[in-house]
Nanobody, 128 residues
Framework: QFQLVESGEGLVQPGGSLRISCAASGVRLDDYAIGWFRQAPGKEREGIICIPSSDGNPEYLDSVKGRFTISRDNAKNTVYLHMNSLKPEDTGVYHC?????????????????????WGQGTHVTVSS
């Protein structure tokens, strides 16, 4: 296990955009599946988007499809979560996590139990 560091927290108006980052030192993030997880106030943590270590389709939570995307910059050893058309219900603490590629059929598993290394989280607030 190793430590990840998120950055880019912010207060955004509804309909706005924000990019948050996930970085690590001492390991190559492109050797791992990376997931972004959100914990909204008073709710359980949920996986919102995950990407495999190699080429493959990301897995998205239905509520973020068409609004959120994930990308890697391997030269910077960083993974980004790009959030558009933000809604108040997107408010929460966003954690990135790394783990082995785990598939159920052809679909990448995007549940926290499959990810062993975590960041401390970054706060995103969507409010007018």
């Amino acid at each position: 296990q190793f430590q990840l560091v998120e950055s880019g927290e912010g207060l955004v108006q509804p309909g706005g955009s924000l990019r948050i980052s996930c970085a690590a030192s001492g390991v190559r993030l492109d050797d791992y599946a990376i997931g972004w997880f959100r914990q909204a106030p008073g709710k359980e943590r949920e996986g919102i988007i995950c990407i495999p270590s190699s080429d493959g389709n990301p897995e998205y939570l239905d509520s973020v499809k068409g609004r959120f995307t994930i990308s890697r910059d391997n030269a910077k050893n960083t993974v980004y979560l790009h959030m558009n058309s933000l809604k108040p219900e997107d408010t929460g603490v966003y954690h990135c996590a790394a783990g082995e590629d785990t598939y159920g059929g052809s679909r990448l598993r995007c549940s926290s139990i499959y990810f062993g290394s975590w960041g401390q989280g970054t706060h995103v607030t969507v409010s007018s």
